[in-house]
Nanobody, 123 residues
Framework: QVQLVESGGGLVQAGGSLRLSCAAS????????MGWFRQAPGKERDFVAY????????YYAESVKGRFTIYRDNAKNTIYLKMNSLKPEDTAVYYC????????????????WGQGTQVTVSS
């Protein structure tokens, strides 16, 4: 059974930084990748970033390019999301997910999700 455990959320002032972690277990991930999505109250779950386990290829939402960095530690089966220059509009619950198939940009392509971690950015 796949388990994803997220950590690292919190409250930060605008312009600050946070690092999220997502530890994965229960599957061999080398043939695919994992992504971060976020969901604000009353809104859909939106794509943030993706990384492929083997190639290290990354993709980002336009709204976070240049501010967020996704990276992985293969030995620990853990992905990270370093978030710099945070803005109030980054406030959301952040989820990591394992991509099964299809476009990395769509939540429907993911089959397992973590429990989510709250990120709140104050102005």
């Amino acid at each position: 059974q796949v388990q994803l455990v997220e950590s690292g959320g919190g409250l930060v002032q605008a312009g600050g930084s946070l690092r999220l972690s997502c530890a994965a277990s229960g599957r061999t991930f080398s043939d695919n990748g994992m992504g971060w999505f976020r969901q604000a109250p009353g809104k859909e779950r939106d794509f943030v970033a993706y990384i492929h386990w083997s190639t290290g290829n990354t993709y980002y939402a336009e709204s976070v390019k240049g501010r967020f960095t996704i990276y992985r530690d293969n030995a620990k089966n853990t992905i990270y999301l370093k978030m710099n220059s945070l803005k109030p509009e980054d406030t959301a619950v952040y989820y990591c997910g394992t991509r099964l198939s299809g476009s990395a940009y769509y939540s429907e392509s993911y089959d397992y999700w973590g429990q989510g971690t709250q990120v709140t950015v104050s102005s």
